[in-house]
Nanobody, 114 residues
């Protein structure tokens, strides 16, 4: 079993920044990759960014150049640095641990509004 807990969401003005954190615990040796996803009201959950065990990253086209996924192995934590935020980035952001099984966190709300 893997537990995943997100934090760092909130309200930010357009053009602002936020950093989300995702702490993984439990059977972390079984994790091959970590991902950030988001779900806006009335829309399907979509991939934002992933980082695999070797360090390679992948981003949705809509966030390339604005968001950065990174990790701190010593802290078992993955981050999502979000810059130049837009109202369309408003969503619940979820962290996913990907491995022999997949584990989701509860999500953290990000609202971009003036």
């Amino acid at each position: 079993q893997v537990q995943v807990v997100e934090s760092g969401g909130g309200l930010v003005q357009p053009g602002g920044s936020l950093r989300l954190s995702c702490l993984a615990s439990g059977a972390i040796f079984s994790i091959n990759a970590m991902g950030w996803y988001r779900q806006a009201p009335g829309k399907q959950r979509e991939l934002v960014a992933t980082i695999i065990r070797g360090g390679s990253t992948n981003y949705a086209d809509s966030v390339k150049g604005r968001f950065t996924i990174s990790r701190d192995n010593a802290k078992n934590t993955v981050y999502l640095q979000m810059n130049s935020l837009k109202p369309e980035d408003t969503a619940v952001y979820y962290c996913k641990a990907i491995g022999t099984s997949n584990y989701w966190g509860q999500g953290t709300q990000v609202t971009v509004s003036s």
